[in-house]
């Protein structure tokens, strides 16, 4: 199975500065038909996951253009321009390339 | 607008049964692959399994094989994941998930 790891865990962040998340693969996520299927979720307390990001770097409609994705092979990371108090929660990435399984990171924790 | 409706959950003893249900709404379910997935209390997300659009091949994680069996019925645009030989680490919140669109979730209790 592929073992998705993120870092860091614990992100504290100040409101209206920049924050970057990283998830790393233990094997390239580039697929045989030249895609990458690296996702980004994030979660608030009490709510579904919501996905941020498919196939590295497009944005899901309504998501706001202050999140980017970006990487390839087996390094990946998510990036907030300015945080805003909406985005706090649990951020996790997810591999789609190899499976089954589907393999999510730990997730990593957004807070103030 | 496209919309998942988890339903079933509850409280078993360990060694029992439960039946969960995803009712889907907005899109045309019979085209798309479906996906079940977990979350322990206070834990990450865990890929439980999923089915092809004609319910002709799925696939679980190791931990769930030869208890889960997922099912669907296009013509009802439901979803199903039975569950037998309930364990207690199978206590956490079931999500039905297509991509970019997940369920609210529905509470899995495992307890004597």
């Known amino acids: 199975d592929v073992v998705m790891t993120q870092s860091p865990l614990s992100l504290p962040v100040t409101l209206g500065q920049p924050a970057s998340i990283s998830c790393r693969s233990s094997?390239?996520?580039?697929?045989?038909?030249?895609?990458?299927?690296l996702n980004w979720f994030h979660q608030r307390p009490g709510q579904s996951p919501r996905r941020l990001i498919y196939?590295?770097?497009n944005r899901d409609s309504g998501v706001p253009d202050r999140f980017s994705g970006s990487g390839s092979g087996t390094d990946f990371t998510l990036q907030i321009s300015r945080v805003e108090a909406e985005d706090l929660g649990v951020y996790y990435c997810?591999?789609?390339?190899?499976?089954?399984?589907?393999?999510f990171g730990q997730g990593t924790k957004l807070e103030i | 607008e496209e919309q998942l409706v988890e339903s079933g959950g509850g409280l078993v003893q360990p060694g029992g049964s439960l039946r969960l249900s995803c009712a889907a709404s907005?899109?045309?379910?019979?085209?798309?692959?479906m996906n079940w997935v977990r979350q322990a209390p206070g834990k990450g997300l865990e890929w439980v399994g999923n089915?092809?659009?004609?319910?002709?091949?799925?696939y679980y994680v190791d931990s769930v094989k030869g208890r889960f069996t997922i099912s669907r019925d296009n013509a009802k645009n439901s979803l199903y994941l039975q569950m037998n030989s309930l364990r207690v680490e199978d206590t956490g919140v079931y999500y039905c998930?297509?991509?970019?669109?997940w369920g609210q979730g529905t509470t899995v209790t495992v307890s004597s």
């Open positions: 997810m591999q789609g390339t190899h499976w089954p399984p589907y393999t």
């Open positions: 907005g899109f045309s379910f019979s085209g798309y692959w």
């Open positions: 196939k590295v770097s």
């Open positions: 089915i092809k659009e004609d319910g002709s091949e799925k």
């Open positions: 998930m297509r991509g970019g669109v």
């Open positions: 094997q390239s996520l580039l697929h045989s038909d030249g895609n990458t299927y």
